[in-house]
């Protein structure tokens, strides 16, 4: 049965594609990734497999979440696991990133510096640091987002982004998750006897300081990064051998009213 960090891995992340997208951002080859607030580490597990070569470094201070994330290592030691504060991790890598937009878990503005500063002391020589983050004209706006997606073994599960609270003097918001997953129907289109309904409301709520592109960028800058540069989620071309080609934004009449970008910081 699907637990929720299966359902959060199967509706709101594309880890396979995000790692040939940081790959291609960095552009030098990298080898090791650390992934910091990895939750179920699905993104290190990607990296991996993207190569005999590959390391990956996934940092968590939750033991429940880093025990199931190493329960899905599909082995060979490639994958380290830190069960600490993201400010504790020590590990050298290439690349280093802070997906689904946990990088406003850092809620005060000197924590933030503090943090980046600290990636940065970890990156090898020309690494880059790649945060997501959501923006736009609507992101203090209450409501839900649904949408419908079909599990590996035909479930049918319906994924609700909640945008519960907002606070827009102090950039702060409250945001949930939620999971219905029918089981799948029979060959009479219909479901099994025996088969029920899973509802999980809450499967996870976040209480974020929602960071700004630029806030971010000025941060960085702060924290000693040589430049920051952002980022489109999506490359704009890919070659006959499967590469990603990425480049940064440099007009912001690209970006739709509401949008999601990485924001890099490169170390000299």
Known sequence: ??????????????????????????????????????????????????????????????????????????????????????LEARDRCDVITVQNFSICELRERPLLVRYLAHARSRLARRGVLACDIYAGSDVFFTGRIRREVVGPSGERVTYTWEHRTTDPLRARVQNAMHFVVRPPRTARGRPAASARTLRINDAFVYDWRLWSPPELADAMIEAGFARVQFYPRFAEAIDDEERFHVLPIEDSNELSDSFSVYVVARRD
């Open 1 to 86: 049965m699907l637990d929720r960090f299966d359902l959060y891995e199967l509706c709101v992340q594309s880890p396979e594609y995000d790692v040939r997208m940081l790959d291609a951002i960095h552009g030098r080859s990298p080898r090791t990734l650390g992934e910091d607030f990895c939750g179920s580490a699905a993104i290190s597990r990607a990296w991996v497999a993207l190569g005999a070569g590959r390391r990956a470094v996934a940092v968590d201070s939750d033991c429940a979440t880093l025990e199931r994330a190493q329960s899905k290592d599909p082995g060979g030691g490639r994958i380290t696991y830190v069960l600490a504060d993201v």
